[in-house]
C-alpha cells in the first residue's frame, strides 16, 4: 500500500527523453519560414532538385512563365489569332523558352518565330544575335510591330499564312489530316433490297 493509503502505487518519474530542447517561438518561426533546413519527407528527392536547380534555365523558365501571365495587348492580340489551332490547324506555343532565349510565339512543327515588338527593338544588337542564334537553330522569323498587329490584325493573318505554307509547303495540318470517310450504305438499305 501506498503512504497515502489509497493502495495506489506510485509510479517512478521516467528519465528526460534525449536530443534538443523544445524549440521556442521565433526558433519555431524561423524553421517554418525555411523549408529547406528540413525538407518535408513528402517532397521527396524531386523537390531536393527542384530548389538545387538555380540558374539559368530555371531563371528563363521562371520568365517566359512571367510573361505569359502579363502579355502585351499586341501579344493578346496574336494569341487569340493563334491559340487553339484556330490558325490552318497549326499548333502555336507562347513566351517559349528556346535555348537562352525566350521567343513570343513559335510554331514548332514549321519551325516559325512570331515576335511582337514595340520600338525598343529596332535596331537592336541583341535582337540581331539572337536572330542569328535562332536562324543557325533553323527557325525563320518574322517581326511585327505592335502598331501593325493592333491596326491590322488580318493582314498580319495572312503574312502568317503565306509564311506558314512556305516553310512546310503541303506539309501543313489541314494538307495532311484526310478527313474522315462517310460510313458505308449497306446496312438497312441492303437488307430491304433482298427482302423486296
Known sequence: MDSEGTG???VPSLPPLPGPPPQGGRERRVAAAN???SPSPLAGEGGA?????????????ARAREMRKNPTEAERRLWSLLRAKRLAGWKWK????????IVDFVCLEARLIIEADGSQH???????????????????ILRFYN??????TDAVATAILSALTAAAGAS??????????PPPQGGREQKEAHLG
Do not use: M
Open 35 to 37: 523549408p529547406s533546413s
Open 172 to 181: 501543313s495540318p489541314a494538307a495532311r489530316t484526310p478527313l474522315p470517310s
Open 147 to 152: 502598331n501593325d498587329i493592333l491596326a491590322d
Open 49 to 61: 532538385r527542384r530548389r538545387q536547380a538555380v540558374g539559368g534555365r530555371g531563371r528563363a523558365l
Open 122 to 140: 529596332i535596331d537592336s544588337a541583341y535582337d540581331a544575335t539572337r536572330d542569328a542564334w535562332i536562324k543557325a537553330q533553323g527557325f525563320s
Open 8 to 10: 495506489i502505487e506510485p
Open 94 to 101: 507562347r513566351q517559349q523558352s528556346l535555348g537562352r532565349y
